[in-house]
Nanobody, 126 residues
Framework: QVQLVESGGGLVQPGGSLTLSCAPSTRTFRTYMMGWFRQAPGEERTFVAAITWSAGITNYARSVKGRFTISRDNARNTVFLQMNDLKPEDTAVYYC???????????????????WGQGTQVTVSS
């Protein structure tokens, strides 16, 4: 069973930066798209960003556009989320996701992804 392993979460002050990483537990992993969702306490899980693995086409939630950057390292099968100018409202558990089949990049739903990571906590607080 493939697992997605996230790292890089932590506590940061408002205006600070963090970079999250996510890699599969197996080197033979193949994916069409990878992305990030987040869930704050008492709220639904919401889309943050996604990237197609072959072409590197990206999509972002409006709330993070211009502050967050998603990228991937095909050789290492790793996806990154660079988060800049963090705000207290960015506080959440961040989840890595993978879709092995075709998925419309504009689909912001959390439904249908083949794999989810366990999540990593990001806390933005002074």
């Amino acid at each position: 069973q493939v697992q997605l392993v996230e790292s890089g979460g932590g506590l940061v002050q408002p205006g600070g930066s963090l970079t999250l990483s996510c890699a599969p537990s197996t080197r033979t992993f193949r994916t069409y798209m990878m992305g990030w969702f987040r869930q704050a306490p008492g709220e639904e899980r919401t889309f943050v960003a996604a990237i197609t693995w072959s072409a590197g086409i990206t999509n972002y939630a409006r709330s993070v556009k211009g502050r967050f950057t998603i990228s991937r390292d095909n050789a290492r099968n790793t996806v990154f989320l660079q988060m800049n100018d963090l705000k207290p409202e960015d506080t959440a558990v961040y989840y890595c996701v993978s879709e092995t089949g075709f998925r419309d990049l504009s689909d912001l739903s959390a439904m249908g992804y083949d794999y989810w990571g366990q999540g990593t906590q990001v806390t933005v607080s002074s």
